[in-house]
């Protein structure tokens, strides 16, 4: 399966579009990680067959936005990241998603693409992964997360 990640559009929506364009049918769900709530409301209305699931950011809101989800017996923690202060160290939000029990960890604000593994005390894994910006990253970029088998491989594209 894979997943298409997006996060600080900033009203950039034609970035999106050609991308979700490009990876054609093999997209299977698009995730927005907050500060384009209405850009990829508006993107996805191109794709209606796939399915999105978007957050708050900064932007939209200042109350904390995190969504907890299981796709493909691998389960997810999404935020922006802005109420765990992503942008001064990403302890906390590991922290919060450890204890959510949380295989993968998705969060945005800081314009940066990030990937990088923290190991739980049981040998276990936590993917933690920032897709960047697509509307405001130098260069911009997104992220692409795939599923197989119970295996995780998660890339960052550049637009």
């Known amino acids: 399966m894979k997943i298409l990640v997006f996060s600080d559009s900033h009203g950039n929506t034609s970035r999106m579009k050609e991308i979700i364009s490009m990876h054609g049918a093999s997209c299977k769900l698009i995730i927005h ?3 384009g709530v209405r850009d990829i409301s508006y993107v996805s ?5 796939i399915p999105v ?7 939209e ?3 904390r936005d ?3 989800f299981d796709e493909c017996g691998v389960r997810f923690m999404c935020m922006h990241g802005h109420s765990y202060n992503v942008k001064f160290g990403i302890d906390r939000a ?7 029990e949380a295989d993968v960890l998705l969060y945005g604000h800081t314009h940066t693409p990030h990937d ?5 005390e049981n040998g276990k894994y936590l993917k933690v992964f920032n897709p960047g910006s697509v509307g405001k990253g130098y260069p911009p970029s997104y992220g692409i997360v795939e599923i197989s088998r119970g295996q ?3 890339s960052h594209g550049k637009y």
């Open 116 to 120: 990088t593994s923290v190991p739980y």
């Open 94 to 100: 590991v922290y919060a998603a450890m204890e959510a």
């Open 33 to 35: 990680l907050g500060d």
């Open 53 to 59: 699931i978007s957050l708050n950011g900064n932007g």
């Open 66 to 68: 995190v969504r907890i």
């Open 45 to 49: 209305s191109f794709f209606p067959e």
């Open 61 to 63: 809101s200042l109350k």
């Open 152 to 154: 995780v491989l998660t």
